[in-house]
Each structure stands twice: as C-alpha cells, then as structure tokens.
C-alpha cells in the first residue's frame, strides 16, 4: 500500500496551459507539503497544510494554488504553466516534526 | 543562501571504501534528518537525530549531530554500489509547523 501517493507521475504540456497533481496519504497525518526539485536536485518547500488550513506559503507566484479539500488530501493546480515551471513535484505528509513521508514525484515538463 | 549546505556535492568512490557527508547549517535545529532518493523516487528517511551530540547506526551507516545541532555527518563504511544515490539533509525546528529545510544533496556513485 503506498503511504502518499500523487499523480500523474508524467505530464508534459504546453505554455499557458493549466494542469492539476492530485496528492493523497492514508497514514493518518494532520499535515501535507508540495515541494518542488529542481534540475540541480534542490528540494524546496512551497506549500504546507494542517488540518486542512494552509500554514506556509513559500513566496510562490500566485499560478499555484493548493487546495486541500480534506486532510488526507492536497492537490496543486497550476496556472499559465512557464517553461520555468519544468521540475519534479514532491507532495509529502507528517504527523511529528521528525518524520517526512514523500510521495513518488511527478515530473513536469512545459513545451 | 542556502540554510543547510552540504558537502561535498558530488561522490564517485570504489566499492568498499569509506566516505563522510557533511550537512551544515548556521541555524539550530530541533531535529535533523537525513534522506537517500534514487533515481525516479522521492527521498526516503533514514534517520532523524534530536539530541546534540546524538550518534546512530544503520548497519554500515553512522549519523552525527552536532553538539550545539547545527550540523551533522553520515559516514558510510565499505561503501557498496546500492549505496548509490543522492542523500539529503533536511532540518526542522519543533513549533514551527512541521516546517523542513533541505541541503543541497549529496550525489554518491559507488563503482563495483
């Protein structure tokens, strides 16, 4: 059973489209995170969410909006996709502040 | 600025060598982790150290926070190609949300 899983793995789509990664956990967590990786492999946080409420919004353009309709879920749409948008998107959950469980990434590519 | 730096940033050693990461940060955490991604995946924990000075083993891996938890180390010992991927360092401080930060990334290649 996958503990956090997203989806879709792959997207590739053109400039100025809008597109949405869905992010799901079954462990029970109260919090959830979208971070994104860079080509040089640097994890950043952009989002996080307890309980439903977001909490850390990490100076990302307002083309990304989390929503997070319960708990146990946190989806990210995008708007007006940039080539510089191009990355691999972690969504990830937590219950105590020493553990991180990721998802398995998925991988945007912006033609 | 980076808040965790890590180093060295790349690794290319031989099967059954030694080798030590290193996370560093000016900052002080409530907890340090530390993660290994392979190619494709996410990263997945290995080890969360709390406690300055803390050490703890994972068979042949061995993490140490620092004694004032501004940074640590992860030594590996007889390096084998399935210890092969990028490693991640990734503090956090208690009451701040559950909020993490992430090195840099170490990239270890272990050549049979």
């Known amino acids: 059973d996958t503990a956090v899983s997203q989806t879709p793995k792959y997207l590739v789509t053109q400039m100025g489209n809008d597109k949405s990664i869905k992010c799901e956990q079954n462990l029970g967590h109260d919090t959830m995170y979208w971070y994104k990786q860079d080509s040089k492999k640097f994890l950043k946080i952009m989002f996080s969410?307890?309980?439903?409420?977001?909490?850390i919004n990490e100076t990302v353009p307002n083309r990304f909006s989390p929503k997070s309709p319960d708990k146990a879920h946190l989806n990210l749409h995008i708007n007006s996709l940039e080539l510089g948008d191009s990355a691999v998107y972690f969504c990830?959950?937590?219950?105590?502040?020493?553990?991180?469980?990721f998802g398995e990434g998925s991988w945007l590519t912006v033609v | 600025t980076q808040l965790l730096e890590q180093s060295p940033q790349f690794l290319s050693i031989q099967e059954g060598e030694n080798l030590t990461v290193y996370c560093n940060s000016s900052?002080?955490?409530?907890?340090l982790q530390w993660y290994r991604q392979e190619p494709g995946e996410g990263p997945v924990l290995l080890v969360t150290v709390v406690t300055g000075g803390e050490v703890k083993k994972l068979k042949r891996l061995t993490f140490q926070f620092g004694d004032a938890r501004k940074d640590s180390s992860l030594h590996i010992t007889a390096a084998q190609p399935g210890d092969t991927g990028l490693y991640l360092c990734?503090?956090?401080?208690?009451?701040?949300?559950?909020?993490?930060?992430f090195g840099s990334g170490t990239k270890l290649n272990v050549k049979p």
């Open positions: 990830a959950s937590s219950h105590e502040v020493n553990t991180i469980y």
């Open positions: 969410y307890n309980n439903k409420e977001l909490i």
């Open positions: 900052s002080v955490f409530s907890s």
């Open positions: 990734a503090g956090g401080w208690i009451g701040n949300f559950n909020k993490f930060y």
